[in-house]
């Protein structure tokens, strides 16, 4: 059993890479918005990280590198940071679970929804858990308000995605998953106020 100064200087270590990557992803979100029409609600971008950070430890998720990969894991796809500098900063297994929640943005936006449906069966433990709890971010937002110019036809058709990519991660994590189907099963009549 460890002694309580290596459990003392383990939950020390742990605490400061985490408090490193937020403080990373802060700064590389720092100029980005959320969709919503009030930016979310004036909150920092930086938001949607922690809260899907949020989503995996209130379903019982705490390994750390899983937790720091949800707070980077729009990082490469949204701002000018590189797989090489997660790595370099956060290690190979961080860099892995981000390489595995990045959309590649010089695709199509129609080739980019394919490949997510396509690939999330085919991915680790830890990239699904991520993907679960960002997509339920996504669309917990969405029952709040729907993003600038989005009509009800394309949040039916978001939810109707959505759906398709967390099955394809069903077995993952029941707490995330009977949180989504929660709302899948409630439909998207209550998210369609203040829409188009
Ligand atoms: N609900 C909601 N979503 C917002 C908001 N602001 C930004 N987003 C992002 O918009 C994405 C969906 O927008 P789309 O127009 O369908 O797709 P795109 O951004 O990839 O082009 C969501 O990502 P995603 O496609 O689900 O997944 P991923 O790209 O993060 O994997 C979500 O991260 C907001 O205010 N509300």
Redesign the pocket.
């Known amino acids: 059993m460890a002694s309580q100064e290596t459990q003392v200087s383990n939950a020390s270590f742990d605490i400061s890479k985490l408090i490193d990557t937020i403080d990373f992803a802060a700064k590389k979100h720092s100029f980005q918005k959320?969709?919503?029409p009030q930016g979310?609600r004036n909150l920092a971008y930086i938001n949607?990280p922690i809260g899907v950070a949020k989503n995996l430890t209130d379903a019982g998720i705490y390994d750390l590198a899983t937790i720091q990969a949800a707070i980077l894991?729009?990082t490469v796809?949204d701002t000018d940071t590189s797989f090489e500098e997660i790595e370099q900063q956060f290690g190979r297994e961080v860099r892995d679970i981000v390489a595995e929640?990045t959309?590649d943005k010089t695709l199509v936006?129609s080739e980019?929804?394919r490949l997510?449906i396509e690939t999330t069966p085919h991915k680790s433990q830890k990239a699904k858990e991520v993907?679960l709890a960002?997509?339920l971010y996504?669309?917990r937002?969405?029952q709040r308000?729907a993003?600038t110019g989005w009509s009800k036809k394309?949040i039916q058709e978001?939810f109707t995605w959505?759906k398709k990519v967390t099955d394809g991660a069903r077995g993952t994590n029941q707490k995330l998953e009977d949180q989504l189907d929660e709302i899948y099963s409630n439909g998207i009549c209550n998210q369609l106020h203040n829409t188009l």
């Open positions: 959320r969709k919503d979310t949607h894991h729009d796809e929640c959309d936006k980019r929804k997510q993907k960002d997509k996504n669309l937002d969405l308000v993003p394309y978001y959505a």
